[in-house]
Structures are given as C-alpha cells and as structure tokens.
C-alpha cells in the first residue's frame, strides 16, 4: 500500500466535455453514466491478491454496483476492477477508469462499496489512469 491518502473528488463531466448535455457518448452502469473516455482499456489483465473466496466475494459485489453495460450486447457487462489486494486489514482497489470525467465518481462508488463491505479496513482506492 504505497499512499497513506488518496484524495477522491467529483469532476463536473459537463465542463470537460465543453456541453451542457455532455457529448452523448456515455454508456451506463449500476453507479450512473460513464464516459466511454474514463475506461481505461490498456489497465488490464486483472491482479487479485488475498483470500481467495474474500477476493471473490469483493470482486462480485464490484462488479455488481460499478458494471458497466456496452450498448452493442445489453447483456454484456465490463469489469471495472483492475486490481485488488487484499491483507492486514487493508485492502487496496485499482479500477480500469481513468481520474478524469465519471471515473472520479465510479472511484467513490468503489470506496463506498468497500466500506459497507470491509467496516474495520483502511482502504485504497485509486484509478489506473
């Protein structure tokens, strides 16, 4: 765990994108729109370290409140989770988003999803771009 603070904070995603409507291009998830400009697809293979069925169990529940739906197969979700380690009552989460646009808040909705998942941990979240 390299940081001791990791600063999360909301961007307006109406100023980047220079329109009041945004640029129309978001995809949706379980925790609201995403920018197709906040994924990160190079942040992947996934990296999971820890107990097997707690990573599994933290995993699933990550996926279920940050999946991201892509229009073309509304049956198909992306995983958002870059890496997770998990350890000594610290947990680290990376996710394939970058900081910028809706990637600031998928990183609050993680933090938030640990925190109800994790209550005696310090835990990490960042993102991989």
């Known amino acids: 765990m390299n940081s001791l603070v990791i600063p999360i904070a909301?961007?307006?995603t109406h100023a980047s994108s220079g329109a009041s409507g945004g640029c129309g291009?978001?995809?949706s998830s379980s925790a609201g729109p995403v920018c197709r400009a906040t994924l990160c697809p190079d942040?992947?293979?996934q990296h999971f370290e820890g107990p097997p069925?707690?990573?599994r169990h933290l995993?699933?529940?990550?996926?279920?409140?940050?999946a991201v739906q892509r229009?073309?197969?509304p049956d198909a979700t992306t995983s958002l989770v870059h890496s997770l380690t998990v350890g000594d009552g610290e947990a680290e989460l990376k996710l394939a988003v970058a900081s910028r646009c809706a990637g600031a808040h998928l990183?609050?909705?993680a933090f938030q999803a640990l925190r109800r998942l994790l209550p005696d941990t310090d835990i990490y979240v960042s993102s991989a771009g």
């Open 71 to 73: 229009p073309d197969d």
């Open 43 to 45: 942040a992947h293979p």
């Open 25 to 27: 291009a978001c995809l």
């Open 10 to 12: 909301c961007a307006d």
């Open 59 to 66: 995993v699933a529940e990550l996926d279920a409140a940050l």
């Open 53 to 55: 069925e707690l990573v």
């Open 107 to 109: 990183v609050d909705a």
